[in-house]
């Protein structure tokens, strides 16, 4: 079985993000990068299929130089190869391009099933499984909480949360795209001789000519989304504790700050 | 007539017989004590052949001289009557050994008799009855009182019975010898001489006395030979392995755990299988007396969790036998137990408080600690198997480089409106306050870097902080067994601190103090370490630091495992708290190495504790007990643990928990 897991290298959950001085961005100094935590329930999901199926678990992501290392760190709980989608003219590239990129890549190597997290923690857009499966013409299902490979390994069933929170369970033939929500598995750690062997690994490095792109088509250029300005959400204001004995009262007081001051009821 | 005894009276001409069935019996025991040596050299090398006399040392002071195991009175006096009488009584049997076959027959010399043979009758008699009196405590403690710690196995017993045998056998067929011969001087031959009195000629003859004799001779010899057989196969090995272990003691730093050296290029990490052990770590295995003080003494079995370090170490030895076969090369095949998972359990390797309670109070130098880790190595980093909860805990230390989700660039954010200055701003100071990830990020702990920060000042010291340039010091997932992250941790610090030409160190954290002070020097990293009990206590009795205000109400003191067993900082907070306070210090019952674990240890502060009772309510419950109204500690990992313990239980109105730090900057 060929599992392919697309992963994003996104700073690390807990960064200080800060905007830079002209708001074309944020401040990338002193950020740590991390594999998308979504995108490791995935990466899990497939290595676990490998266990189970037997194949071989690729990862692939698109980023600059330094998205090797997340794609190292996937090797070392278990990925068999690397693909690194990298040259300077894919940085800025939106959802729709990134996809596009992605699915070039993945239609030249052999896939049975391609996993990814439901989104990126960086800008949440929620969109390139949803592209992907466009571009690469196949089913998707996404927010996955669980999955279960049929026996002959022709469809998968996966239960997914819809957004008011109730459960639907989702039968598609393979080859498919699932895109990962967190209570799908419980991403190991990396093993020591897993962490070694991760360094021996081979992470094929591909680039604008290697997939034949011009560069207008991808980056900034391509992309259809433009980002014009950055700025930080404001600060949120420190809880407020109403003080008081007679619970009607302080009801009253809760209600009155509730409709004027919240403005939701 | 001559004051002595014929060696072989009334047995007839046996000397050649006796003398073959010796040569027999210590053959036997040297095979099985040799079949042991075999089976612990099937561990690795370690050196420990250093410090010669210093181990002589300790063989003289812990193994005939009792040290540890005298520190409990009732199985300490027994033990030491029983191991002293038969001490002399072999000397004895040696010297008469000496007297018939060698200088008899060779320098035609004899001693035995006159003065000599009386003294050496009557210390002989005296140490057999304390002999006896010896196995007859052991005997009642074991099944009368019973004390939880000891599990009764019929090698117990049958060591004990046959003791006992050999020595009533002894005095009987001495009482029959002097009955029949009747010599006054053989009232010295006290106990003898009272026994003999009981063979009155009024109801037995003299005639029937010698059979007796005869009868009693030979039982008296065949169970002292069973019993020298015996040894070798049996709990009475102990009497050499146990010896060898003090002999082969470490003489390391207690708070020093053996690093994998060059881990880069290793291929297998941690213990999984016996043979993996060194072979000072195997012969543990033999070396103890399942005495049980270590799980007396142990937080983790007396809080009802799975582990007993007196079992780790026995079920070490269970599989050690069993994979003897397999050890063989003609049997490589031989299917025995696994060590982790079968013979010993993950939940009991996850149980331990790495609190060296086990290892301080072992009479005979087993070493618990090393195991508990090389075996927690190899579940952490061959199979990454352990509790969930140290996943995100080691991911926070591989990215933001605390074992909490704090952004590494957040570190110094306590130090706001302190102006506490940064190496990187100025690196000329004094001495580095190193916060630590508790002091750095846990609101109780930054309370105490503030107040640390309030006393230094005062006292006038330069100092600097590392800021957000300083990293977890590894010591938690090392304990856990995450070797190469804590040595990652280590290495990076070590590369900054010595760009800074870092010389002196200042700690709240007894757990980076250890570290640094023990384990740091493995990786290249050498610096002088203070903790800030030893150091306040200096400012003060330097005249650095001006009290003039007491603490009101009474204090207790909760030692911290890795401040006072593992490196014997008993004095100096009690000393601090002599200074600065008004009311009475009242200690635990469990106190400096006796001193019970918070539960923290051994990275068991990021996991939950799902098994058994709650460690820290157990100590908040002994602190409640000596009715004082603050307990005084000195280390985060214990604040928040008694903190917790104290709020678990509802004794906020009674009691509270303050570093020792925060009562003195509270007084300035
Ligand atoms: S390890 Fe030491 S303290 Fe524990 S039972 Fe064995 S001999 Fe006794
Ligand atoms: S170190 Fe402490 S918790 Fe661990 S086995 Fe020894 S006594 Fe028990």
Known sequence: MNIVVCIKQVPDTETKIQINSDGSGIVTEGIKYVVNPYDEYA??????????????????SLGPERAKEAIRNCLAVGADKGIHLNDPSFEGSDSYVTAKILAKAISEIPFDIILTGKQGVDFDNSQVFAYLA?????????????????????????????????????????????????????????????IMKAKKKEIKNLTLSDLDFSADEVGEKGSRVKVKNYSLPPERKAGQIIQGEDPTEVCEILVKLLREEAKII | MDVTREIFW???????????????????????????????????????????????????????????????????????????GFVILFLGTLIIFLQEDVFSPIFNLFFLHGNFYLWFSLILDFSGALAIIGVLLALYRRYVIK?????????????????????????????????????????????????????????IEVASLLVWHKIFWWVH??????????????????????????????????????????????????????????WRQLLDADACTRCGRCQDICPAYLSEKPLSPKKLIQDLKTNLLLSSKSLKKENPEEKRPHLVGQSISEDELWSCTTCFACQETCPVFVEHLQKVIDLRRYLVLMEAKFPQELTPMFKNLETNYNPWAFGFATRADWTKGLEVKSLSEDNDVEILFWVGCSGSFDDRSKKVSKALVKILRKANI??????????????????????????????????????????????TCPHGYNTFKNEYPQFGGEFEVFHHTDFILDLIQKGRLKIEKKINGDLTYHDSCYLGRYNDIYDSPREILKHISDGKIKEMERKREKSFCCGAG???????????????????????????????????????????????????????TKDIAELVASLL
């Open chain 1, 43 to 60: 990466l899990e999901e497939g290595v676990r299929l490998k266990e189970k199926f037997g194949g071989e678990v690729t990862v692939i």
């Open chain 1, 134 to 194: 466009n571009f690469l013409n196949l089913p998707f299902v996404s927010v996955v909480m669980d999955l279960e490979l049929s026996s002959d390994l022709k469809s998968v069933t996966a239960k997914r949360e819809g957004e008011g929170g109730e459960k639907e369970m989702i039968q598609i033939p393979l080859p498919a795209i699932i895109a990962a929500q967190k209570d799908l598995n419980q991403p190991r750690y990396a093993s020591l001789p897993g």
């Open chain 2, 10 to 84: 009334n047995v007839g001409n046996v000397a050649l017989i006796v003398y073959i069935l010796s040569a027999i019996v210590v053959f036997i025991l040297v095979y099985g004590f040799y079949k042991r040596v075999k089976l612990w050299r099937v561990g690795k090398e370690e050196k420990r052949g250093d410090f010669i006399w210093e181990r002589v040392k300790s063989v003289l002071l812990f193994g005939f001289g009792h040290k540890k195991t005298l520190n409990e009175t009732y199985p300490g006096i027994s033990h030491f009557i029983l191991f002293w």
């Open chain 2, 147 to 203: 004390p939880d710690r000891l599990d009764n196995i019929f090698d117990d017993f049958f060591s004990l019975i046959l003791i006992l045998l050999v020595l009533v056998t002894g005095f009987l067929t001495e009482g029959a010898r002097i009955a029949a011969t009747r010599p006054d001087f053989e009232r010295w031959s006290f106990f003898g001489w009272h026994i003999a009195l009981l063979f009155n000629p009024s109801w």
């Open chain 2, 221 to 278: 010899l065949g169970l002292a030979f069973l019993l020298i057989g015996y040894l070798g196969y049996s709990k009475l090995l102990h009497i050499f392995s146990s010896s060898l272990s003090l002999f082969f003691r470490s003489f390391e730093p207690k708070g020093k755990l053996k690093p994998i050296l060059d881990i880069e290029n290793q291929e297998s990490f941690g213990v999984s299988k016996v043979e993996e052990f060194s």
């Open chain 2, 462 to 507: 330069n100092f600097g902080i590392l800021g957000n340039e300083e990293k977890c010091c590894g010591e938690p997932a090392r304990r856990i067994g995450n070797e190469y992250l804590g040595q990652i941790l280590i290495q990076q610090n070590i590369e900054v601190l010595k760009n800074y030409g870092v010389k002196k160190i200042l700690f």
């Open chain 2, 602 to 656: 051994g990275g068991r502060m990021w996991m939950e504790e799902n098994l058994g009772k709650r460690i820290n309510q157990l100590r908040v419950m002994e602190a409640e007990k000596t009715d004082a109204k603050t307990i005084a500690s000195a280390c985060p990992y214990c604040l928040t643990m008694l903190s917790d313990g104290i709020k678990e239980k509802g004794l906020e109105e009674k009691l509270e």
